[in-house]
């Protein structure tokens, strides 16, 4: 199985501020990659596939770059609607899910 | 606008079997970009996929349940549905249906709310 890592878990941060998390995958995985944003008590919302291209609607402060085994997500000018919990998910073989990383207010 | 809705018991036995079933309203289940997804989130926990099923009938299930896992369609009902047996409190979870779509490389782009089960005696 590929093993998805997100780090860091936890990032306590400002608006304002300019957020990176990254995500590795235990083998290649070219750009079979998605992010999303999940907020307590809610589903899932997906803000990025194909590992950097954004979905309708998202604004255009969220941004994904990568391919192979390393992937970031970057916020650049965190909201307040931002502070959620973000999870990246590979889709090469067997889809998984990264441990998630919450983004907390600093 | 598609919309997905899940449906089924909140509350399950241990050993007993877990019967979801997801509802599409505002699109049609017979596309063939489509795909219908189970995901499940054990409390405080990170997310798990579960399976898919295509309308086609084709499946592809996590390796970590595909023993305990079936997912079927009823395209008449324009349904897709989550079959779980023996299952113990680790299946304790908020279950989540999902679309994923093939020029999205697969992303999930529609979710249902969610509904929480807990297998309790």
């Known amino acids: 199985d590929i093993q998805m890592t997100q780090s860091p878990s936890t990032l306590s941060a400002s608006v304002g501020d300019r957020v990176t998390i990254t995500c590795r995958a235990s083998?290649?995985?070219?750009?079979?990659l998605a992010w999303y944003q999940q907020k307590p008590g809610k589903a899932p919302k997906l803000l990025i596939y194909?590992?950097?291209t954004l979905e309708s609607g998202v604004p255009s402060r969220f941004s994904g770059s990568g391919s192979g085994t390393e992937f970031t997500l970057t916020i650049s000018s965190l909201q307040p609607d931002d502070f959620a919990t973000y999870y990246c998910?590979?889709?090469?073989?067997?889809?998984?899910f990264g441990q998630g990383t919450k983004v907390e207010i600093k | 606008q598609v919309q997905l809705q899940e449906s089924g018991p909140g509350l399950v036995k241990p050993s007993q079997t877990l019967s979801l079933t997801c509802s599409i309203s505002?699109?049609?289940?017979?596309?063939?970009?489509?795909?219908w997804n189970w995901i499940r989130q054990r409390p405080g926990k990170g997310l798990e996929w579960i399976g898919y099923?295509?309308?086609?009938?084709?499946?592809y299930y996590n390796p970590s349940l595909k023993s305990r896992v079936t997912i079927s369609v009823d395209m008449s009902k324009s349904q897709f549905s989550l079959r779980l047996i023996s299952i113990t409190a680790a299946d304790t979870a908020v279950y989540y249906c999902?679309?994923?779509?093939?020029?999205?490389?697969?992303?999930?782009?529609?979710w249902g709310r969610g509904t929480t089960v807990t297998v309790s005696s």
């Open positions: 999902a679309r994923s779509v093939l020029y999205y490389y697969y992303a999930l782009d529609v």
């Open positions: 505002g699109g049609s289940i017979s596309s063939g970009a489509h795909y």
């Open positions: 099923i295509h309308y086609s009938g084709s499946t």
């Open positions: 083998q290649s995985i070219s750009s079979w």
């Open positions: 194909k590992a950097s």
């Open positions: 998910q590979q889709f090469s073989s067997y889809w998984t």
